[in-house]
């Protein structure tokens, strides 16, 4: 269980108990992961579940959910829009079906995903479908490399290692969704882009605060201001303001992504030998 406030305590057990008991989809395992097991939830982070199921969720299964889900879950971002969910932790839950044969097939889809940057769309009647998207491998890399078991089998009794390539490929393949949505959300795009760099470089997946400080070092003074500015904002030390800034975050995240698509290129057909610096708190790619 996640330390944070009684109220975000309340409804992540909430959320555990409806998982266990009513098991949506034939639940087989509840993993935490995230933030909440690797290095401390800051102000803003998701509190992150990895969901397996045996079946894909039924309509009922969905919306029931759903609700539980709007009713604990929120974020400081919605304080206007959404006031009655404004004071919340974030809850990103994901459920992916691995069927009746273990392990787990690798692909970047999923059955259903919930997270606050869907709240309005749910609002507006939007149901959660099953969705092909880029980052769940990136997602289930993460869940593998650190995560509590809250209910079910081991996580790797289920899904087997992804291979290195496989992650760097999934990385790289995040890039462009990630650059066209950047305006509005700065600080998460300029920090993921960092991870994929180090993940794509050097085999790593480190946590957001790791991977900005390992591309802040290699940055000239002007654009290294970005970086820190966003990782301040993120440790929840400063509050980060972006207003006139799109514009040069849009540029250094371009390059970034751009290094990382070389690195990857690099790489293809054979991991070159690094002899990369240590990044605390890092799982390794072997």
């Not at 879950?73 to 004071?87: L, V």
């Not at 009794?157 to 992804?162: M, T």
Request: glycine share 8%; aromatic share 4%.
């Amino acid at each position: 269980m996640p330390r944070d406030s009684d109220a975000t305590t309340v409804g992540f057990e909430r959320l555990v108990d409806h998982l266990r008991s009513r098991r949506p989809g034939d639940t087989v395992g509840i993993y935490l992961y995230g933030s909440a097991v690797a290095g401390g939830l800051r102000p803003d982070s998701d509190i992150d579940l990895l969901v397996l199921a045996r079946r894909s969720l039924s309509t009922a299964e969905r919306e029931s959910l759903t609700r539980l889900l709007l009713s604990v879950s929120g974020w400081r971002g919605h304080r206007t829009t959404f006031p009655e969910a404004g004071d919340r932790r974030p809850i990103e839950l994901t459920i992916l079906v691995v069927g009746a044969d273990h392990p787990w097939v690798p692909q970047p889809h999923y059955d259903y995903q919930y997270g606050e940057w869907l709240r309005a769309n749910i609002s507006a009647g939007h149901m959660l479908r099953p969705a092909d998207e880029s980052d769940i491998l990136l997602l289930v890399a993460t869940a593998l490399d650190c995560h509590r078991v809250l209910y079910g089998p081991a996580l790797t009794e289920i899904v087997a290692p992804l291979a290195p390539e496989t992650i760097r490929d999934a990385a790289v393949a995040v890039l462009p969704d990630l650059l066209d949505g950047l305006a509005g959300d700065e600080r998460n795009a300029l920090l993921t882009v960092a991870r994929i760099v180090v993940t794509v470089e050097t085999g790593r997946i480190v946590s957001k605060d790791a991977a900005a400080r390992y591309i802040a070092e290699q940055l000239s003074d002007a654009d290294r201001g970005p970086i820190e500015l966003a990782l301040a904002g993120y440790l929840g030390t400063v509050d980060d303001e972006w207003s006139g800034r799109t514009a040069q975050v849009h540029d250094l995240a371009s390059r970034l992504a751009a290094r990382a698509r070389r690195g990857r290129l690099v790489q293809m057909g054979d991991v070159v030998e690094r002899d990369d610096p240590p990044i605390e708190g890092d799982g390794i790619l072997t």
